[in-house]
């Protein structure tokens, strides 16, 4: 597979919860794999706070710890979505992703809004409940895909057969760019392909590198 070279286009799914770092990064290569090989990414939602419910989670984790705060990105996130739709919500994570990830700022809705381009008056749906029955609608199609033992962000891709496999990841750190997307992307296609694969996986070491 090379770069956009008349191959049919791709589609491809990809859930995320916006507050999780790793996701940050998977979504900068999914970015850059958008540059170079023939691929359409619907931008979809899911939730740490609704996968977590009834877990037992780890206090060294702190998304266990935020409590009602890991709902304020995904709601704000779900309202963009559904005034706007997938492609504006892809963009609005560029700008709310670039200022909590790489800049740090915790508080960056208004600004992420402005960035995009979008009223401010949609912050407000970070403390509404009115967007929780369609992330968890979300949620659950990813769900159902890829099994309950995993995390954000989700991706479907085409399997097996002409259906849809749902795969965790691809975990990456920092975020390939160029052809080495393109590589990575080529590989997670081959994967998906094979009936019955299910896991490949090595301990991380470090933490999420930004570039």
Request: glycine share 14%.
């Amino acid at each position: 597979m090379g770069e956009r070279d008349g191959r049919d286009e791709v589609a491809v799914d990809f859930w995320f919860d916006p507050v999780c770092p790793y996701t940050w990064l998977t979504f900068r290569w999914m970015r850059e794999v958008e540059k170079v090989r023939p691929v359409r990414v619907r931008w979809r939602l899911m939730s740490l706070e609704v996968l977590n419910e009834g877990r037992e989670v780890n206090p060294e984790d702190p998304d266990g710890e935020w409590g009602e705060y890991l709902w304020y990105p995904v709601r704000l996130c779900a309202a963009v979505e559904r005034e706007y739709g997938p492609g504006v919500l892809g963009r609005f994570y560029t700008a709310l992703g670039t200022r909590l990830h790489v800049r740090g700022e915790w508080d960056a809705y208004a600004g992420a809004l402005a960035d995009t381009g979008l009223p401010a008056e949609l912050a407000e749906a970070v403390g509404s409940t009115a967007y929780d029955g369609a992330i968890r609608a979300s949620h659950a199609e990813a769900m159902a895909l890829v099994g309950e033992d995993v995390g954000t962000p989700v991706i479907a891709v085409p399997g097996p057969g002409g259906g849809r496999t749902g795969l965790f990841g691809p975990v990456v750190s920092p975020a390939p760019r160029g052809e080495e997307a393109g590589r990575l992307w080529d590989g997670v296609l081959r994967l998906a392909s094979v009936p019955g694969f299910f896991e490949l996986r090595r301990a991380r070491t470090g933490g999420p590198d930004f570039g």
